[in-house]
């Protein structure tokens, strides 16, 4: 007799019916992902909607199943583990005795038993959203109880207080100090240290002969050779946190994996639906056209940029990939000094050229006018992010959507500490409706209240994507799902149709709610009707 799983799984004995189809599925084939799991249990006349169930039960059993942490996850029961569901549960590991925050998650109490295996170091790599910093938070409390000294490096001034007061909320009773942005703390006065990155590169933090523990926020950030200056040898303990372990650059096999190690635990997009930590999203590409004039612009910087670059590459002997490497070797060819003047003017033009038509991408009118479009969208979300690629985009975009009767103010990087402080606080209130930034929310700033985000330009790279819709895809109170629009100039870099963000979209088919190319004729109507689409499915 067939079951009903989407209605009935609140039931214990429905649940236990799961997790045994699910086991005698692994035990007869090892490795399957969540999809052929799902296929697997309909042929057993199991009527199970989704694989949302699928990934439900799995990951709430992780004493029986484990996953190998591929995109889809392949599943295996665990060694020991029956098919039949009988498998003792391990008992949750006791807390610090200084924390006193929330219970953590089941992915982040198993983050922090793996990273302990494995010596206390490793990086955790969890999506953006699903609560990486509590890991940290946990690994400093039960160091500070071990009697040893915490360094939090950061690399910003929003992450600095940020993390100064979730510790200061978490672990009361512990003394907390900060480096960097007027503050000089020292751990002769303070257990814990969160520091701006460039400001500890300056000093040795760690007194010798001190046992101490280093929390990496952001770490991918921490391999330029400037700030990997910060990573001190003396941390014995040492643990990363990021939304994706990677760079442009040889700055992750030269300065990250020989300190830290490689990614330990984590928690992808699967494991945070599953768990409902993430909310449930959906996806838009929104493409524009270049006018005439840009058109002809963009593709003489573009032709431009590509033969110079081979000629950087051929003729003066920059690296091809990755590309952040050929970047820092075009930076320092065009810095002059050298024998041959002729790499020193390419560098330049090259730099010149790729400025050029980033600019151009940024500010192309078409994608104001595509903005304007999602002036309603924005009204009737409860909060909205505009990701932009410069300072003057971000001011643009702000400009446009006040028009159309939308509060909207710039957040930059230039302005001053007390006022981003303010245009916070005033979004996180609803008194501003929506920021628009050049990368300066990117990382790490906590803004929960977002359900929409816009990307109006950005680099092609998945890591600020993660990062960018991280910030819309917490859980909502009324369980609406987010929703995240990407911009682009048809024919560009930014066109999907010419591969951008093909890994990231690859992996988004996996587990968006809903993923739409919109086509050229989209109206602003159609684009709320869509919208207003996803706020029904609550």
């Known amino acids: 007799m067939s079951q009903d799983f989407d209605q009935t799984t609140k039931g214990n004995g429905v649940q236990q019916d799961l997790k045994v189809a699910l086991g005698q599925l692994l035990a007869e084939q090892p490795g399957q992902n969540k999809r052929q799991l799902l296929a697997g249990l309909k042929r057993k006349g199991l009527l199970v909607r989704s694989t949302t169930d699928v990934n439900r039960t799995l990951y709430a059993s992780s004493g029986m199943f484990h996953h190998d942490g591929a995109t889809p996850p392949r599943w295996r029961l665990t060694t020991g583990a029956a098919h039949d569901g009988s498998v003792l549960t391990a008992a949750p590991p006791a807390l610090p005795r200084c924390y006193l925050g929330k219970m953590p998650r089941v992915w982040q109490a198993e983050a922090l038993a793996l990273w302990r295996a494995h010596g206390r170091r490793g990086v955790v790599e969890a999506v953006t959203g699903t609560g990486k910093t509590t890991v940290g938070v946990l690994a400093a409390a039960a160091a500070v109880d071990a009697g040893e000294k915490v360094l939090v490096l950061v690399p910003g001034r929003e ?15 512990i003394r907390v100090g900060r480096v960097g942005d007027g503050h000089e703390d020292a751990f002769s006065d303070y257990s814990i240290l969160v520091a701006i990155v460039h400001s500890a590169a300056r000093y040795l933090m760690l007194p010798l002969g001190t046992p101490g523990l280093i929390v990496a926020d952001e770490v991918h950030r921490y391999g330029a050779p400037t700030f990997a200056r910060a990573l001190e040898f003396g941390f014995g303990a040492r643990l990363g946190l990021t939304a994706t372990y990677a760079r442009d650059d040889d700055g992750l096999v030269k300065h990250l994996e020989p300190y ?65 490497e050929f970047m820092t070797s075009v930076n320092q060819l065009s810095q002059g000094g050298h024998a041959d003047t002729r790499a020193t003017k390419d560098a330049r033009r090259y730099l010149n050229a790729f400025s050029k038509r980033r600019q151009l991408l940024a500010d192309c009118h078409r994608k104001h006018e595509a903005l304007a479009k999602l002036a309603p969208v924005f009204a009737a979300a409860n909060r909205g992010l505009v990701f932009s690629e410069t300072k003057t985009s971000a001011e643009q975009a702000a400009g446009i959507l006040r028009g159309h009767g939308v509060s909207a103010m710039e957040f930059t990087s230039d302005l001053p500490s007390i006022e981003r402080k ?10 501003v409706r929506v920021l628009t930034a050049p990368r300066v ?8 209240q977002a359900d929409l985000g816009v990307i109006v330009a950005g680099s092609r790279s998945k890591r600020q994507m993660i990062q960018r819709m991280g910030r819309v895809i917490r859980p909502k109170q009324d369980r609406r799902p987010a929703t995240f629009i990407n911009l682009y100039v048809r024919d560009t870099a930014e066109d999907p149709a010419r591969g951008a963000h093909e890994d990231f979209r ?25 919208y207003y689409q996803g706020r029904l499915q609550i």
């Open 260 to 324: 830290f190690g490689g990614v330990v635990a984590g928690c992808t997009y699967d494991r945070g639906l599953a768990d409902g930590i993430l909310a449930p999203f959906r996806v838009g590409f929104l493409g524009t056209d270049f006018t005439a004039g840009e058109r002809k612009q963009h593709d003489e910087y573009d032709g431009l940029a590509t033969t110079l670059r081979r000629r950087l590459i051929f003729d003066h002997g920059c690296p091809d990939e990755p590309f952040g």
């Open 159 to 173: 992450l600095l207080d940020q993390w100064y007061d979730v510790l200061r909320r978490d672990l009361p009773r």
């Open 422 to 431: 303010y245009r916070l606080e005033a979004f996180k209130t609803g008194q």
């Open 441 to 448: 929310l990117d990382e790490g700033i906590d803004v929960p």
């Open 506 to 530: 690859e992996q988004l088919t996996e587990v968006a709610q809903d993923l739409v190319d919109f086509p050229r004729e989209t109206s602003a109507t159609d684009l709320f009707a869509w």
